[in-house]
């Protein structure tokens, strides 16, 4: 009897690239979701994860790749080699991905593996399945200033296949602030996830501290799950996740994925890393737009966001 061999992650892709397309969005509970995401959510919203497995939330493009890489490393004690086992989609899959088969979904990928695994999410805090906090799973939060969040979006959906035309940028804006995008509003994703972080001991990290120190935020990571590394293994994380450095690694630069589905040569996915980036994208007039609505959609927090460091 012949044994069909297991495809991997990008051959996967390459086989279902013909059913790609920039899928629709519809809305689950007042979020627009990819439709594949959208379809399946019961089943996402009843993964029982285990006690010792770690999320990692984000709203799209606030630094998860960034942050999946430090905690692997952090967990496998800095050994760059074992940290490039496997592209990071599967390394650390992504909860509640869905896509044409024969492209394994998050909850596949988490199927075959032992706890604990490190699970990346986009949801906001009230998609998330509830078993998470039923069990007292360890939650890092990254959030990442509106304006260079939503440039990196802007970018990504040029490129990424899969998620909706972007349109021209003036339009994005508006979107943007209207809450339109896959996921759904930036402002009600990081004032939600916020509002609970105390309550069920959510990591809650900024992208721009991370950037600012990176050694300082690591070993914040470092701690939260409760390792204790030396000094010297910590400056090789600090090393190997730096922007150059994972930009030039090939388990996590996503170019696992092929280019009819992501075409880094429209924008490479290790894009630009930087902060305060929003500032060659807005004009004046867009800028004071933005800042007049984002007063109003943010008044009353109190969450230290900065677009510039
Ligand atoms: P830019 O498009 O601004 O460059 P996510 O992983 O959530 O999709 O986020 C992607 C964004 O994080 C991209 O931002 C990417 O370049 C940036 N990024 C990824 N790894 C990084 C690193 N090691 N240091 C700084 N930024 C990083």
Same mark, same amino acid.
């Given at each position: 009897m012949s044994q069909e061999k297991e495809l991997t992650f990008s051959e996967a892709i390459e086989k279902a690239q013909q059913s790609i397309v920039r899928f629709p969005l519809i809305p689950i509970r007042?979020?627009?979701?990819?439709?594949?995401?959208?379809?399946?959510?019961?089943?996402? #919203?009843?993964?029982?994860?285990?006690?010792?497995?770690?999320?990692?939330? &984000?709203?799209?493009k606030a630094g998860t790749t960034w942050t999946q890489e430090i905690v692997d490393l952090l967990l496998h004690n800095g050994d760059a080699e074992a940290c490039k086992r496997a592209p990071t989609p599967v390394r650390s899959p992504f909860l509640e991905i869905c896509s044409p088969p024969p492209i394994p979904s998050g909850l596949d990928l988490l199927r075959k593996m032992d706890p604990p695994r490190v699970i990346k999410t986009h949801f906001p805090f009230q998609l998330v399945p509830p078993g998470f906090w039923e069990n007292k799973c360890k939650t890092i939060y990254v959030a990442r200033n509106a304006k260079d969040n939503m440039v990196s979006y802007f970018?990504?959906?040029? +490129?990424?296949? &899969? @998620?909706?035309?972007?349109?021209? #940028?003036?339009?994005y804006i508006h979107k943007f602030m209207q809450g339109e995008l896959s996921w759904g509003s930036w402002y009600d994703h990081v004032k939600g996830w916020w509002a609970e972080r105390e309550k069920r001991n959510i990591l809650y990290l900024f992208y721009e501290d991370m950037k600012e120190n990176p050694r300082r935020e690591v070993e914040r990571i470092m701690r939260y799950l409760d390792l204790s590394l030396p000094d010297d293994v910590i400056s090789r994380i600090v090393e190997l996740t730096s922007f150059k450095s994972m930009k030039e690694n090939p388990m996590a630069n996503y170019s696992c994925v092929p280019k009819p589905?992501?075409? @880094?040569?429209?924008?490479?996915? +290790?894009?630009?890393?930087?902060?305060?980036? #929003? &500032?060659?994208?807005? &004009?004046?007039?867009?800028?004071?737009?933005?800042d007049e609505d984002y007063e109003k959609q943010m008044k009353g927090t109190d969450i230290p966001f900065r677009t510039q460091i």
């Open positions: 007042g979020i627009p979701l990819m439709s594949y995401i959208a379809q399946n959510f019961d089943s996402i #919203w009843a993964f029982r994860p285990d006690p010792s497995d770690l999320l990692i939330a &984000t709203y799209p970018h990504f959906d040029c +490129m990424n296949k &899969t @998620q909706p035309e972007p349109g021209p #940028w003036e339009g589905v992501f075409d @880094q040569s429209i924008s490479p996915f +290790m894009r630009k890393g930087e902060v305060g980036d #929003w &500032t060659n994208h807005f &004009t004046a007039e867009q800028s004071k737009v933005f």
